[in-house]
């Protein structure tokens, strides 16, 4: 999304910043889904408080969208609300203990929203831990 013009400064809402990893690497969703860490249960009310957070962009690139706001009005929405309808939830959500110490979605939060709106009680996720995410950092 956005218009691809990286000279703009982004606009972050203060919130995203707050419950963010702070990691000092853009990561590769592709070295993510490589890493061999165990799939578990996981109720998904312990994920919910991530659906008040503003982590999707704006058609600018501005990270000001909560799931929340989508949930609420899909079609004001339609590329969050096609990824949603779209994803598969067969794929486990990967999370990691953010600074605040909660768990916090690494990939997966249009996979968390599918499936608290068709009102599933329990996910499959993994829990990545703090020491090997750097694994999953970009090659520069």
């Given at each position: 999304?956005?218009?691809?013009?990286?000279?703009?400064?982004?606009?972050?809402?203060?919130?995203?910043?707050?419950?963010?990893?702070?990691?000092?690497?853009?990561?590769?969703?592709?070295?993510?889904?490589?890493?061999?860490?165990?799939?578990?249960?996981?109720?998904?009310?312990?994920?919910?408080?991530?659906?008040?957070?503003?982590?999707?962009?704006?058609?600018?690139?501005?990270?000001?969208i909560t799931p929340n706001e989508v949930i609420s009005n899909l079609d004001n929405f339609p590329y969050h609300r096609d990824k949603i309808?779209?994803?598969?939830?067969?794929?486990?959500?990967?999370?990691?203990?953010?600074?605040?110490?909660?768990?916090?979605?690494?990939?997966?939060?249009?996979?968390?929203?599918?499936?608290?709106?068709?009102?599933?009680?329990?996910?499959?996720v993994r829990k990545i831990p703090p020491e090997i995410i750097h694994l999953?950092?970009?090659?520069?």
């Amino acid at each position: 999304m956005g218009d691809g013009n990286t000279n703009r400064e982004i606009y972050v809402d203060p919130r995203h910043e707050e419950h963010a990893f702070d990691l000092p690497f853009w990561r590769d969703n592709n070295k993510l889904w490589a890493l061999e860490v165990p799939t578990e249960e996981m109720d998904i009310n312990e994920l919910l408080w991530i659906l008040d957070i503003p982590f999707w962009e704006d058609e600018e690139g501005n990270i000001v969208i909560t799931p929340n706001e989508v949930i609420s009005n899909l079609d004001n929405f339609p590329y969050h609300r096609d990824k949603i309808k779209n994803c598969d939830t067969s794929y486990p959500i990967d999370i990691m203990k953010n600074k605040q110490g909660r768990w916090l979605t690494l990939d997966g939060l249009h996979r968390l929203v599918k499936m608290y709106l068709n009102k599933e009680s329990k996910i499959q996720v993994r829990k990545i831990p703090p020491e090997i995410i750097h694994l999953t950092a970009r090659d520069e």
